[in-house]
C-alpha cells in the first residue's frame, strides 16, 4: 500500500499484526468514547493562517530537560512493543537516536532495558508504573540508573487496568485467549516467522529480570492487574524522588489541581494524558484538558501531551494549546508494526515536515514561540 501520511501506518499495521496485537495498540476503554474524543477535539482546534511572513526555514528544534532534540517529540512508553516488531523496543530507539527525539522505554517492555541501552546510540527515558511491588520499582530504578537513564516517566492513571473490552474479543484476554492467539498469527506468516519466531524470547523482559524467569504474554494481563496499586498518593511520590535522581515526569494528568500537587511533590515535568483513552471512557480529552493545566504550571514545569496526535499539524495544535512537546505513542506503534525501524524513522520525518507546512502558514519561526496567538 502507498503510506502517504502517518495516520496511513494505521492500516499497515492493521494488514501485517495479529488482530489481538493490532487490537491492543488501536483500542481504548469501553465505549471507546473518550479514544475517539481525542481525534475529534484536536482536530476541531483552529489555527490562524497567516500569509506574507517571509518563512523559508522554521526552526523544529525543541529542548527537553536540557538536552537538545530536532522535534518537539518524544516516543512515549508502549507496552509490549517487542510484539510488534521483531526487538521492537532496540527499533524504536535507533529510530529515535537517527532523528534526533528523545524514547521513552516501558517498564513492561518484551527487551530487558540493558538490551535497549546497549543498542541505543542516546541516553534513554524510563517509564514506571505505580505497582504494589515497590522491590520491582526500585530495581527498575536502579538499573536504569546503571544504564545511564536520565528521565524517569511516572506513569499515575493506571491504578486499575481499565475496561478493555477490544482485548476480551480480539484475544488479548478472555476465554480461548492461547488458542485464539495462535490461530491469528498463522493468518499472518510474515509477523509469524519475523516476531513470532524470531523475535523470541517473547517475555516482559524487565519483570523477568526481577523474578528471576520468565514472564511471557500470557502472564502480562494477570500480572499487570495483580500489581497494580490503587492506594497511593502524592507523598508515594516523595520516595521516588528522594531515590531518583534524574529528572521526573509525571505522566497521566487532566486536571490542573493535580498539575499543581505534581509541582508541589517535586515533578520536573508532567504529560497531559487519559492513556490514549484506554483507562476513563468519558475522561477529558487531552485537548480539552490541556490549557488550563499549561496555564496553571506551565512556567514550572515541562508539560508535555500525548493522546489523539497522528499528524505534524496536530503537535504544532498541541504546543498552542499549551504543551512544550508532545508525545507519540500509537503513531509510533503503528509504524513500528508496519516497517520496523524504517517505518518509524518514515514517520518522523512526515511528522517534521507536516509541522514545518503548518509553523510556515501560521507564521510561527520557531517552536519555543508557539503558543495560543497561532489559534483562530
Excluded at 513492561?108 to 520499582?137: H, N, T
Excluded at 516482559?204 to 514472564?215: E, M, R
Excluded at 505534581?262 to 480529552?285: E, I, K, M, P, T
Excluded at 499528524?311 to 504543551?323: F, I, K, N, S
Aim: with cysteine.
Amino acid at each position: 500500500m502507498i503510506i502517504a501520511s502517518a495516520s496511513d501506518y494505521r492500516e499497515a499495521a492493521r494488514r501485517r499484526l495479529p488482530r489481538f496485537l493490532f487490537d491492543y495498540i488501536d483500542g481504548g476503554a469501553g465505549a471507546e468514547e473518550t479514544l475517539r474524543a481525542n481525534v475529534a477535539d484536536l482536530a476541531r482546534v483552529r489555527l490562524r493562517q497567516r500569509v506574507l511572513r517571509g518563512l523559508d526555514e522554521p526552526s523544529l528544534a525543541a529542548s527537553f530537560f536540557g538536552v537538545a532534540a530536532a522535534l518537539p517529540v518524544v516516543l512515549a512508553p508502549v507496552g509490549l512493543a517487542g510484539m510488534f516488531a521483531r526487538r521492537g523496543e532496540v527499533q524504536l530507539a535507533r529510530a529515535a537516536a537517527a532523528k534526533s527525539v528523545p524514547c521513552a522505554v516501558s517498564s513492561l517492555s518484551v527487551c530487558p532495558l540493558e538490551e535497549v541501552a546497549a543498542q541505543s546510540p542516546q541516553p534513554l527515558w524510563i517509564q514506571l508504573y505505580v505497582l504494589k511491588d515497590r522491590g520491582f520499582m526500585r530495581h527498575v530504578l536502579e538499573r536504569a540508573q546503571a544504564a545511564g537513564v536520565r528521565t524517569l516517566v511516572f506513569t499515575v492513571d493506571l491504578p486499575v487496568p481499565g475496561m478493555r473490552h477490544r482485548d476480551a474479543h480480539s484475544g488479548m484476554s478472555g476465554p480461548g485467549r492461547v488458542r485464539r492467539r495462535l490461530l491469528q498469527a498463522l493468518m499472518k506468516p510474515a509477523w509469524a516467522l519475523d516476531v513470532g519466531l524470531l523475535g523470541r524470547p517473547h517475555e516482559l523482559g524487565n519483570v523477568a529480570a526481577y523474578l528471576g524467569g520468565a514472564v511471557g504474554l500470557e502472564d502480562y494481563k494477570g500480572w499487570l492487574a495483580e500489581n497494580m496499586d490503587p492506594t497511593i498518593g502524592w507523598t508515594d511520590i516523595e520516595w521516588i524522588r528522594a531515590f531518583w535522581k534524574g529528572s521526573l515526569v509525571i505522566k497521566g494528568v487532566l486536571d490542573a489541581a493535580d498539575a499543581r500537587d505534581a509541582c508541589r511533590f517535586g515533578a520536573d515535568g508532567l504529560v497531559v494524558s487519559n492513556h490514549g483513552g484506554r483507562q476513563l471512557d468519558g475522561a477529558l480529552s487531552t485537548a480539552r484538558a490541556l490549557p488550563s493545566i499549561a496555564q496553571a504550571v506551565g512556567g514550572d514545569l515541562l508539560v508535555l501531551a500525548d493522546s489523539g496526535v497522528r499528524t505534524g499539524t496536530d503537535v504544532l495544535r498541541m504546543l498552542a494549546l499549551g504543551a512544550r512537546g508532545v508525545m507519540l505513542g500509537r503513531a509510533a506503534a503503528y509504524a513500528l508494526a508496519a516497517r520496523g525501524q524504517a517505518g518509524v524513522e518514515d514517520m518522523l520525518d512526515m511528522i517534521a515536515a507536516e509541522l514545518r507546512v503548518a509553523m510556515i502558514l501560521t507564521g510561527a519561526a520557531c517552536v519555543a514561540d508557539v503558543d495560543s496567538t497561532i489559534l483562530a
